[in-house]
C-alpha cells in the first residue's frame, strides 16, 4: 500500500481546488444517516463529531457538491486517495466496474497536494475528483473522502489504493459479506490470499503488527494494513478517525473497539503498476505504524473506560 511523506505544516491553507470530470453512475438507493451503524447486530453510539474535519475540509467539501451538483451519487462509493500517482490513477479508476455485486459504483478520488499531475490524470476517467493543494497525509485524505461519499448518498464505502497493488477482481469478494449482513466492517488479508512483496522485514512486519492488534482488541487479525477494505456508511461517520497516516490500523483498531463486526477475506496483492513506494525505510515506516497502533488503542481504551463510567 502506498504511504504519504510526513505531511508538511499547513501554513496558510490555500483555496480548494475541484476538478470536473466525465461519466456517470448509478442511482442512489435510499439516503443513508451518518454516524447510525448499519445492519441489526452490535450498534455502538455514534461519535460524529469527533476527529471532525477541518476548515480546508469543508472548504473542499462545498467546492465538491457545487462542481458535481446534478450528477446522481450510487450505492457504492469507492475512495481513493492519491500522491504523485500520474502513471498508476487511471488505470485504476478505470478498472473499477460500473457495478459490483449487483449496486452500481462510483469513483471518488481525493488527490492529497499531489507535485504532478495525478488530478488530470484522474480527471481523464469517469471518477468524481477533489484536488486538495495542500499535502496532509493519506489519512485526512481518506476522511475527507468518506465524508463526500456520505454526502452523495453512499450505502458502502469502499477504499483501494492508487498505485495499482490491488485488483478490481477482489472487489467484490470484499464486499459481499456486507450485503450479507455478515460484518459491518471488511479488509482484505494478503496473508489468508498472496502477496507479490518480495521485501522480507515488511513481510514479517505484517505479522507482527497483526499479532499486536488482535491482542489489543481481542479479535483475530491477520492484515493490518490492507488498502482494500469496505464498510457500511455509518462505520467512517462513528469511528474516531484523526490520524494523518495510516489509517487502515487506525480505522481497524477504532471499528473493532466500537464494537462493529469485522471480517477478512483473501484477496492478491500485486506489486506496484510502477514508480516507487512512498513508505519510506522498514524501521522509520515500522516506528510509525507501531506508533499509531499504540496510540489509538490507547485514545480508544480511554473512550470506553469514560463510557462505562458515565
Known amino acids: 500500500m502506498a504511504a ?11 483555496q480548494p481546488k475541484v476538478t470536473d470530470t466525465r461519466g456517470g453512475s448509478g442511482p442512489v438507493p435510499g439516503q443513508a444517516q451518518e454516524g447510525t451503524p448499519q445492519g441489526p447486530s452490535r450498534r ?22 457545487a462542481a458535481y451538483t446534478g450528477r446522481p451519487g450510487a450505492p457504492v462509493a469507492i475512495v481513493i486517495a492519491a500522491y504523485n500517482e500520474e502513471a498508476n490513477v487511471g488505470a485504476v479508476v478505470e478498472a473499477v466496474p460500473d457495478q459490483l455485486c449487483g449496486l452500481g459504483t462510483e469513483v471518488i478520488v481525493v488527490v492529497d497536494g499531489a507535485r504532478d499531475a495525478t488530478a488530470s490524470a484522474a480527471s481523464g476517467t469517469r471518477a468524481l475528483v477533489c484536488d486538495v493543494p495542500v499535502n496532509r497525509g493519506q489519512g485526512a485524505a481518506l476522511r475527507l473522502g468518506y465524508h463526500l461519499a456520505r454526502e452523495r448518498g453512499a450505502t458502502y464505502i469502499m477504499t483501494t489504493d492508487a498505485d495499482g497493488q490491488y485488483g478490481s477482481d477482489d472487489m467484490e469478494r470484499v464486499l459481499s459479506p456486507l450485503l450479507a449482513d455478515e460484518a459491518d466492517f471488511v479488509s482484505g488479508s494478503r496473508r489468508l490470499g498472496s502477496t507479490a512483496n518480495d521485501d522480507a522485514v515488511r513481510n514479517v512486519g505484517v505479522v507482527v503488527f497483526a499479532a499486536l ?19 457500511k456508511v455509518g462505520v467512517s461517520a462513528s469511528v474516531v478517525l484523526d490520524q494523518p497516516q495510516y489509517q487502515a490500523s487506525e480505522l481497524l483498531i477504532s471499528a473493532a473497539m466500537a464494537g462493529y463486526r469485522l471480517k477478512e477475506v483473501p484477496i492478491a496483492m500485486k506489486k506496484r503498476s510502477s514508480g516507487k513506494s512512498k513508505k519510506g525505510g522498514n524501521f522509520l515506516y515500522g516506528y510509525r505504524f507501531c506508533s499509531v497502533v499504540l496510540r489509538t488503542w490507547s485514545r480508544e481504551l480511554g473512550r470506553s473506560v469514560k463510557t462505562s463510567r458515565s
Not at 4 to 14: L, S
Not at 213 to 225: C, E, F, G, N, Y
Request: hydrophobic share 35%; with cysteine; proline share 12%.
Open 4 to 14: 504519504w511523506p510526513k505531511p508538511r505544516p499547513n501554513g496558510q491553507e490555500q
Open 44 to 65: 455502538p453510539a455514534p461519535r460524529s463529531g469527533v476527529g471532525g474535519l477541518s476548515d480546508i475540509d469543508l472548504q473542499q467539501a462545498a467546492a465538491f457538491e
Open 213 to 231: 492488534i488482535s491482542l489489543l482488541v481481542r479479535r483475530r487479525v491477520t492484515d493490518p494494513a490492507c488498502g482494500l477494505r469496505a464498510m
